[in-house]
């Protein structure tokens, strides 16, 4: 029951995450103008992608995989773990692949570090 719950969590948490990076309406692009600025663009581009991929792969490990898929879950779990802390401690401009097209050409997108 929690690896499924984890499964749709990330699934959910994933969906919402690229509905907002496609910014295909306005309310997808509301958090643009968001009062919290740079936190939540960082937010939305950087940490709840990586909190999706952690909570995505912790579920289907705990479902039971092979133990070889398990390892190769267990890698990327760790290098989003890396990345996420990474995210939040360093001040780092947030990369321009990042970004989505549109998210440059309002001309909120950061220079390339």
């Known amino acids: ?3 499924t719950l984890m ?11 690229l ?27 950087l940490v709840r992608p990586l909190v999706a991929v952690v909570v995505l792969a912790a579920g289907v490990v705990a479902a039971g995989v092979p133990s070889y898929v398990a390892q190769v879950l267990a890698v990327l779990v760790v290098l989003s773990l890396i990345l ?21 050409e309002l001309g909120r997108g950061e220079p390339s570090p």
Do not use: D, E, F
């Not at 499964?7 to 995450?17: D, E, T």
């Not at 995210?87 to 990042?98: K, S």
């Open 84 to 104: 996420l802390v990474a995210c939040l401690i360093l001040p780092a401009p947030i990369p321009r692949w990042v970004q989505p097209a549109w998210y440059r």
């Open 19 to 45: 509905w907002q990076r496609r910014g295909a309406s306005a309310s997808a692009r509301r958090w643009t103008s968001s009062y919290q600025g740079h936190l939540k663009h960082r937010s939305v581009l």
């Open 7 to 17: 499964i749709v969590g990330g699934l959910v948490l994933l969906a919402h995450n």
């Open 1 to 3: 029951m929690t690896a």
